[in-house]
């Protein structure tokens, strides 16, 4: 078992070390076997590791294994240990496995790319790292996965070099994260300088021991890690990164930017809940900042044009649903949404992935159509990767993990109305732009041909991700379907329950009213883009859409307010002002030599006067002293 | 007696390597590889022979000089000064690798001074004697000044300048606070004497002992270098061949902290505690402005050069944070920034003998011809922003949280550090690789020794950033001793874990106190 927890991150960064060192050596197939394939053995390690877990339950909720001492200094020590519980094992299989079928799909479709070995090499990278992050014991080593997925992200998104925008995007990306991982390390340092360890599970019981609710201390971490979340995470204010973030393969975007790391933030808060669950302004402020991110990027999504731009914000908002559900206490119910979403999003990429390469890199969705007659296979998953998004009642996936937040908004004790609107209104927003982006892409008459049809090595990725968004919600029935909670059981080994207040309302009531919303933006989809499209024609050209198009201006905002500031600055003082210091010494001697140069003019009348003027000030200054 | 034979083969390594240069090329480099090697060879059997890291000297050698005045031959070595010799012997063999073929004229004279200048950084780090500690320090400072005015890029000359007035000025102040110091110490014990070990716990009035710190400082924080002290720096830097570069930012710069961590704590501690907040403040002030300078640089080697101005603030900021924490950060500060920059500079000096530019803005879109070359540059730019799992992120992890425990504020504005390296390190790789090509260059990948010099490199980076225990363990005895006695750190030694730090931790355990259960 321990030996199995050490080598589900180890073996992808060997396939990485491979490949970095090695990788121009391959040629294309065994680069491609040796990067998918050590994210495959991860995924049987884990599956192994958690068929053992479930075996130990309930006995043994935890194990860890430690590697090696990393660093001692003082009384600070960290080691190199991972520990797996219930809420590691959950991010574990879903990276492992979403990671493997989109690295499988990868060999298909980087096929033509000529930086093939070091495209596997920087996935492998990644998911070592994400797997690091997760599986880490203490909070030293979770910053070191955190950084060490937020390299992977820079360096895939700025995968294709050559063009300046790819990398301003990538560096963004960085830099944006960085920010809120500045945050975080401060709040790091202040857990250490009073508790002395950076193990999660000593700091979470002296936390528990030592701070009570509401005090500042608390409070002040609590937001200092809740701002790293949201920079890693993409929420508000910290989101502006991921829709340029699409600048990078498809496959990138589904692993990195939708299932896996952009979930770190929900993982850092789920990990530290006790630390949260003592600072009860946060834990609003993280409700709120979830409502209002799902809303600006549901909105946004809206306007877009841009294929991959739609599900970015869709990422944005489907992760500000997570937020509302952490912030008002669902942490399971936050976690299998994590799950789910990481199903039908990765899903919904790849499927769009290929539709943009068959079409040689058109990403605007306005120049596609028809391709339900053209690619029957793509449309099909596709379609079940909308409808869990959409959380189509009963039949999706998406429904059983949406569906919980919605009505745990309400229903938590720190739940209430206003979150269950903003949540409610953004599940009709989800609905809207997705089928308008089914209608658009898959119906109508052809505008592009597909160039060529995506083989196996990209279809069967698709097939399964496509099954496990319809079916993989079962494991988790609503309260009001009956008794049946394996993945909550599950999740709450780590996690508390939600507590729930009495509402006075049933939990039907809210489902089917967020049945029949669903069915509304449908519809509403199905009239404006593809029934009537001369309804949505104002829209798509007009103001408000170039707003949404901005995403509400944020990026025009942070640079007014820091960029171009910065810039400005460091231009008007590119050679250093304090080497005036230097040059006006220089230039004071200059002047003195010049001075001092001029009484040496050889003139016997200058001397002879300088001499006389010398001798009777001199005398003067004799007498009158 | 063999750290008298470290200095002494140094010294005849590079008479012979002046001698020699008149035969050919060829010998002066054979030579000046075989004295380091031989001096590093030496230093790791008879350093792994002595035991006893209990911070006493691991080495001590004392000879006669000049009994009259109180002067001797004092050398010795504890895990710190050790750290730094290895660091040095390393790099200086680098140095002589890398210039095998940058440098093609006046060799043997190159090599003389090169092994000249690793001979004074060594008896920098090994002088227990303050005048001979001073002999050493100017003894690296002529060299230098020939290596950049001779095989220095265009500006060469007034870079060699700047570079000379500023070391000399400020190191004759602290041959003045040396003097100032041994004459105190003759009027209150009656012994003249140059030795630092009897120098130390010398009582003085605060005034007084602020004064004569205050000379020791400013070679110190100019060395260091110091904002607004700074500007011999980027000249110096982009101006010196490689290896110049080199040496200065992996070795020069760090004989400036040594000789706070050495000299200016333990010889005044109450006058340093009393100093401790301008410190922080230089620190702060240094790791910001030297970022933001160096971000607006288009110039490559400058850009570097301004990076040094901003590690080098958390150095500052970590010696006089006053807690082991901090100094092990400051000790692997020293170590990862020798390399990750001296890596940086040795990858100007590579682009420039291929596109004969430093020019920034000419390059671009280099990956392409230069894949290898690109990785190298990405590696120690990432170490630069301090990304965890290699050298520099251990540096900074632990004096941005040493300092933490002594300032919460001056760690925090510290911080913002981290953010400004990442915006201009990835400007590097940004403007260098990535991109498009301006030029229709053909140029070549590394070459097979490049190829093992940076690969050295890189082991070495990773290998600190994962295992850094034994730089960690070696340095950490003679650290603690160090502090041992420090006034700041009178309310109890945070490494013994049952006490607050030093004054300011404990009103920050107070407040936190304030706010725990009952």
């Given at each position: 078992?321990?030996?199995?927890?050490?080598?589900?991150?180890l073996?992808p960064?060997l396939?990485?070390?491979i490949?970095a060192v090695a990788?121009g050596k391959?040629?294309?197939k065994?680069a491609?076997?040796?990067?998918?394939?050590?994210?495959?053995?991860?995924?049987?390690?884990a599956?192994?590791?958690g068929?053992?877990?479930?075996?130990?339950?309930?006995?043994?909720?935890?194990y860890?294994v430690?590697?090696?001492e990393w660093?001692?200094?003082g009384e600070?020590?960290a080691d190199?240990?991972?520990?797996?519980?219930s809420?590691s094992?959950v991010?574990?299989?879903?990276i492992?496995?979403?990671?493997?079928l989109?690295h499988?799909y990868?060999?298909?479709?980087?096929?033509g790319d000529?930086?093939?070995?070091r495209?596997?090499a920087y996935?492998?990278l990644?998911?070592?790292?994400?797997?690091?992050?997760?599986l880490?014991d203490?909070?030293?080593?979770?910053?070191?996965?955190w950084?060490?997925?937020?390299l992977?992200?820079?360096l895939?998104?700025g995968?294709?070099?050559?063009?300046?925008e790819?990398?301003?995007?990538?560096?963004?990306?960085?830099?944006?994260?960085?920010?809120g991982?500045?945050?975080m390390?401060i709040?790091?340092?202040?857990?250490?300088v009073?508790?002395r360890t950076?193990?999660?599970?000593?700091?979470?019981?002296?936390?528990?021991?030592k701070w009570?609710?509401g005090?500042?201390?608390a409070?002040i971490?609590?937001?200092l890690?809740?701002f790293?979340?949201?920079g890693?995470?993409?929420?508000l204010?910290?989101q502006?990164w991921?829709?340029?973030?699409?600048?990078g393969?498809?496959?990138?975007?589904?692993?990195?930017?939708?299932a896996t790391?952009v979930?770190?933030?929900?993982?850092?808060i789920?990990?530290?809940?006790?630390?949260?669950n003592l600072?009860?302004?946060?834990m609003?402020?993280?409700?709120?900042i979830?409502?209002l991110?799902?809303?600006?990027?549901?909105?946004?999504a809206?306007?877009?044009?841009?294929?991959?731009?739609?599900?970015?914000y869709?990422?944005?908002s489907?992760?500000?649903?997570?937020?509302?559900?952490?912030g008002?206490?669902?942490?399971?119910?936050a976690?299998?949404?994590?799950m789910?979403h990481?199903?039908?999003?990765?899903l919904?990429?790849?499927a769009?992935?290929?539709?943009?390469?068959v079409l040689?890199?058109?990403?605007d969705?306005?120049?596609m159509?028809?391709?339900?007659?053209?690619?029957?296979l793509?449309f099909?998953?596709f379609?079940?990767?909308?409808?869990?998004?959409?959380a189509?009642?009963?039949?999706?996936?998406?429904?059983?993990?949406?569906?919980?937040?919605?009505?745990?908004?309400f229903?938590s004790?720190?739940?209430?109305?206003?979150?269950?609107?903003?949540?409610?209104t953004?599940?009709?927003?989800?609905?809207?732009?997705?089928f308008?982006?089914?209608?658009v892409v898959f119906f109508?008459e052809?505008?592009l041909k597909p160039?060529?049809?995506p083989?196996?090595?990209?279809t069967v990725?698709?097939?399964?991700?496509?099954?496990?968004?319809?079916?993989?919600?079962f494991?988790?029935?609503p309260?009001?379907?009956?008794?049946?909670?394996?993945?909550?059981?599950?999740?709450?080994n780590t996690l508390?329950?939600?507590?729930v207040?009495?509402?006075?309302?049933p939990?039907?009531?809210f489902?089917?009213?967020?049945?029949?919303?669903?069915?509304a933006g449908?519809?509403?989809?199905?009239?404006?883009?593809?029934?009537?499209?001369?309804?949505?024609?104002?829209?798509?050209?007009?103001?408000?859409?170039?707003f949404?198009?901005?995403?509400f201006g944020?990026?025009?905002?942070?640079?007014?307010l820091?960029?171009?500031?910065?810039?400005?600055?460091s231009?008007?003082?590119?050679n250093?002002?304090?080497d005036?210091?230097?040059?006006?010494?220089?230039?004071l001697?200059?002047?003195?030599?010049?001075?001092?140069?001029?009484?040496?003019?050889?003139?016997l009348r200058?001397?002879?006067?300088s001499?006389?003027?010398?001798?009777?000030?001199?005398?003067?200054?004799?007498i009158l002293? | 007696?063999?750290?008298?034979?470290?200095?002494?083969?140094?010294?005849?390594?590079?008479?012979l390597?002046?001698l020699?240069?008149r035969?050919?090329?060829l010998?002066?480099?054979?030579i000046?590889?075989a004295a380091?090697?031989l001096?590093?060879?030496?230093?790791?059997?008879f350093?792994?022979?002595?035991?006893?890291?209990?911070?006493k000297?691991?080495?001590d050698?004392q000879?006669?000089?000049?009994?009259?005045f109180g002067?001797s031959?004092?050398?010795?070595l504890d895990?710190?000064?050790l750290?730094?010799?290895l660091?040095?012997?390393?790099?200086g063999i680098?140095?002589?690798?890398?210039?095998?073929?940058?440098?093609?004229s006046?060799?043997g004279?190159f090599?003389?001074?090169?092994?000249?200048?690793?001979?004074g950084?060594?008896g920098?780090?090994?002088?227990l004697?303050l005048?001979l500690?001073?002999?050493?320090?100017?003894?690296m400072?002529v060299?230098?000044?020939?290596?950049?005015g001779?095989?220095g890029?265009?500006?060469?000359?007034?870079a060699?300048?700047?570079?000379?007035?500023?070391?000399q000025?400020?190191?004759?102040l602290?041959f003045i606070?040396?003097?100032?110091?041994?004459?105190?110490?003759e009027?209150?014990s009656g012994?003249?004497?140059?030795?630092?070990?009897?120098?130390?716990?010398?009582?003085?009035p605060?005034a007084k002992?602020?004064?004569i710190?205050?000379?020791?400082?400013?070679a110190f924080?100019v060395?260091?270098?110091?904002?607004?002290l700074?500007?011999?720096?980027?000249?110096?830097h982009?101006?010196a061949?490689?290896a110049?570069?080199?040496i200065?930012?992996?070795?020069?710069?760090?004989?400036?902290?040594?000789g706070?961590i050495?000299f200016?704590v333990?010889l005044f501690?109450?006058?340093?505690?009393?100093?401790?907040?301008v410190?922080?403040?230089l620190?702060v002030i240094?790791?910001l402005?030297?970022a933001k300078l160096?971000f607006?640089?288009?110039?490559?080697?400058?850009?570097?050069?301004?990076?040094?101005?901003s590690h080098m603030?958390?150095v500052?900021?970590?010696?006089?944070?006053f807690?082991?924490i901090?100094?092990?950060?400051?000790?692997m500060q020293?170590?990862?920034h020798a390399?990750?920059?001296?890596?940086?500079?040795i990858?100007a000096?590579?682009?420039?003998?291929?596109i004969?530019?430093r020019?920034?803005?000419?390059?671009?879109g280099l990956w392409?011809?230069?894949?290898?070359?690109?990785?190298?540059?990405?590696?120690?730019?990432?170490?630069s922003?301090g990304?965890p799992?290699?050298a520099?992120?251990?540096a900074?992890?632990?004096t941005?949280?040493?300092?933490?425990?002594?300032s919460?504020?001056?760690?925090?504005?510290?911080?913002l550090g981290?953010v400004a390296?990442t915006i201009?390190?990835l400007r590097?790789?940004?403007?260098v690789?990535?991109?498009?090509?301006?030029h229709?260059w053909?140029?070549?990948?590394l070459?097979?020794?490049?190829?093992?010099?940076?690969a050295?490199l890189?082991?070495?980076?990773?290998?600190?950033?994962l295992?850094p225990?034994?730089?960690?363990?070696?340095?950490?005895?003679a650290i603690?001793?160090?502090l041992d006695?420090?006034?700041?750190?009178l309310?109890?030694l945070p490494?013994?874990?049952?006490?607050?730090?030093?004054?300011?931790?404990?009103s920050?355990?107070?407040?936190?106190?304030?706010?725990?259960?009952?």
């Amino acid at each position: 078992m321990e030996t199995c927890i050490a080598l589900i991150p180890l073996i992808p960064l060997l396939g990485f070390l491979i490949l970095a060192v090695a990788g121009g050596k391959f040629d294309r197939k065994t680069a491609g076997y040796i990067g998918a394939g050590s994210v495959g053995i991860s995924l049987v390690l884990a599956l192994i590791a958690g068929a053992l877990f479930l075996r130990s339950l309930p006995g043994v909720s935890s194990y860890s294994v430690s590697l090696w001492e990393w660093i001692s200094a003082g009384e600070l020590r960290a080691d190199m240990s991972f520990s797996l519980d219930s809420l590691s094992l959950v991010f574990c299989i879903v990276i492992t496995f979403v990671g493997f079928l989109i690295h499988v799909y990868s060999i298909e479709f980087m096929s033509g790319d000529e930086g093939f070995s070091r495209f596997f090499a920087y996935m492998n990278l990644f998911v070592g790292s994400m797997l690091i992050l997760v599986l880490a014991d203490n909070i030293l080593l979770l910053y070191f996965g955190w950084e060490g997925v937020g390299l992977c992200s820079y360096l895939l998104i700025g995968f294709w070099y050559k063009e300046p925008e790819n990398g301003y995007a990538a560096r963004k990306a960085f830099i944006v994260t960085r920010i809120g991982d500045t945050a975080m390390i401060i709040g790091i340092f202040i857990l250490f300088v009073n508790f002395r360890t950076f193990h999660l599970d000593e700091l979470m019981l002296q936390v528990n021991d030592k701070w009570s609710v509401g005090s500042p201390l608390a409070v002040i971490t609590a937001a200092l890690l809740l701002f790293g979340a949201l920079g890693k995470s993409a929420q508000l204010p910290l989101q502006t990164w991921l829709p340029d973030a699409m600048a990078g393969p498809s496959p990138v975007s589904a692993l990195i930017h939708a299932a896996t790391m952009v979930t770190a933030g929900v993982y850092l808060i789920a990990r530290c809940h006790v630390l949260f669950n003592l600072a009860p302004v946060v834990m609003t402020a993280i409700a709120i900042i979830g409502a209002l991110t799902l809303l600006i990027a549901g909105f946004s999504a809206l306007g877009q044009h841009d294929l991959k731009r739609i599900l970015a914000y869709s990422t944005i908002s489907q992760i500000g649903y997570m937020f509302l559900a952490l912030g008002v206490g669902a942490w399971s119910a936050a976690i299998f949404h994590f799950m789910i979403h990481a199903f039908f999003k990765a899903l919904l990429f790849l499927a769009g992935g290929v539709v943009i390469l068959v079409l040689k890199e058109e990403h605007d969705i306005f120049r596609m159509g028809g391709m339900k007659k053209e690619m029957p296979l793509i449309f099909f998953t596709f379609l079940a990767g909308s409808a869990s998004l959409s959380a189509l009642p009963l039949v999706t996936a998406g429904f059983y993990s949406k569906d919980p937040i919605l009505w745990y908004s309400f229903s938590s004790v720190t739940g209430n109305f206003w979150l269950w609107i903003a949540a409610f209104t953004g599940a009709f927003l989800t609905t809207l732009y997705t089928f308008r982006l089914v209608f658009v892409v898959f119906f109508g008459e052809t505008k592009l041909k597909p160039s060529f049809q995506p083989g196996k090595l990209m279809t069967v990725p698709l097939a399964i991700l496509a099954f496990f968004s319809i079916v993989a919600g079962f494991i988790e029935l609503p309260e009001s379907f009956g008794r049946f909670h394996l993945f909550s059981s599950l999740a709450e080994n780590t996690l508390p329950a939600v507590t729930v207040r009495e509402t006075g309302y049933p939990e039907t009531l809210f489902q089917l009213l967020s049945a029949l919303i669903v069915f509304a933006g449908i519809y509403l989809a199905y009239l404006a883009y593809y029934k009537k499209p001369s309804m949505s024609e104002s829209f798509e050209h007009g103001r408000i859409h170039r707003f949404f198009e901005s995403g509400f201006g944020f990026d025009r905002l942070y640079d007014v307010l820091l960029v171009n500031p910065l810039v400005w600055l460091s231009a008007i003082n590119r050679n250093d002002i304090f080497d005036w210091l230097n040059i006006g010494l220089a230039r004071l001697t200059v002047l003195g030599n010049r001075l001092f140069s001029l009484t040496q003019n050889g003139k016997l009348r200058w001397y002879v006067m300088s001499f006389t003027i010398g001798i009777v000030l001199i005398l003067t200054y004799m007498i009158l002293r | 007696m063999i750290l008298a034979y470290l200095i002494l083969i140094l010294l005849a390594g590079s008479l012979l390597a002046l001698l020699t240069g008149r035969k050919g090329n060829l010998w002066p480099r054979v030579i000046s590889v075989a004295a380091v090697s031989l001096d590093l060879v030496l230093l790791i059997i008879f350093s792994s022979s002595v035991s006893g890291t209990d911070g006493k000297w691991l080495m001590d050698l004392q000879l006669e000089w000049i009994p009259r005045f109180g002067i001797s031959l004092h050398l010795a070595l504890d895990g710190l000064s050790l750290v730094m010799v290895l660091l040095t012997l390393f790099l200086g063999i680098i140095s002589v690798v890398i210039s095998w073929k940058e440098i093609n004229s006046r060799v043997g004279f190159f090599h003389f001074n090169l092994l000249l200048i690793l001979a004074g950084i060594i008896g920098v780090f090994l002088s227990l004697d303050l005048f001979l500690f001073y002999f050493f320090w100017e003894m690296m400072l002529v060299p230098m000044y020939f290596m950049i005015g001779i095989w220095g890029h265009e500006n060469r000359t007034a870079a060699s300048y700047k570079f000379f007035l500023y070391t000399q000025a400020s190191g004759l102040l602290m041959f003045i606070a040396i003097l100032a110091l041994v004459f105190v110490h003759e009027s209150t014990s009656g012994t003249l004497t140059f030795d630092y070990v009897q120098l130390l716990g010398l009582e003085m009035p605060a005034a007084k002992e602020l004064l004569i710190m205050s000379g020791f400082l400013a070679a110190f924080l100019v060395k260091l270098p110091v904002v607004p002290l700074h500007n011999w720096l980027p000249d110096a830097h982009s101006q010196a061949p490689t290896a110049g570069s080199v040496i200065l930012a992996a070795l020069l710069l760090k004989t400036g902290a040594y000789g706070l961590i050495r000299f200016v704590v333990p010889l005044f501690p109450s006058a340093s505690a009393a100093f401790a907040p301008v410190g922080m403040g230089l620190g702060v002030i240094g790791i910001l402005y030297g970022a933001k300078l160096a971000f607006a640089q288009t110039d490559l080697k400058r850009l570097v050069a301004y990076t040094s101005v901003s590690h080098m603030g958390f150095v500052i900021l970590g010696v006089f944070a006053f807690n082991v924490i901090a100094y092990q950060g400051v000790v692997m500060q020293m170590i990862a920034h020798a390399i990750s920059t001296g890596a940086l500079f040795i990858l100007a000096g590579q682009l420039y003998e291929r596109i004969h530019t430093r020019d920034m803005d000419q390059m671009g879109g280099l990956w392409e011809k230069t894949p290898v070359m690109g990785a190298i540059g990405m590696i120690f730019s990432l170490a630069s922003l301090g990304l965890p799992g290699l050298a520099n992120f251990v540096a900074e992890l632990l004096t941005l949280l040493g300092t933490f425990k002594a300032s919460v504020l001056m760690a925090s504005l510290a911080c913002l550090g981290l953010v400004a390296a990442t915006i201009y390190s990835l400007r590097i790789v940004q403007k260098v690789f990535f991109g498009k090509m301006n030029h229709e260059w053909e140029i070549a990948d590394l070459n097979l020794r490049e190829k093992i010099v940076s690969a050295v490199l890189v082991v070495l980076v990773v290998a600190l950033g994962l295992f850094p225990r034994p730089v960690l363990n070696l340095a950490g005895p003679a650290i603690i001793k160090t502090l041992d006695s420090h006034p700041a750190q009178l309310t109890g030694l945070p490494d013994s874990g049952k006490s607050a730090g030093n004054g300011k931790t404990a009103s920050f355990n107070q407040l936190s106190g304030m706010f725990k259960k009952h």
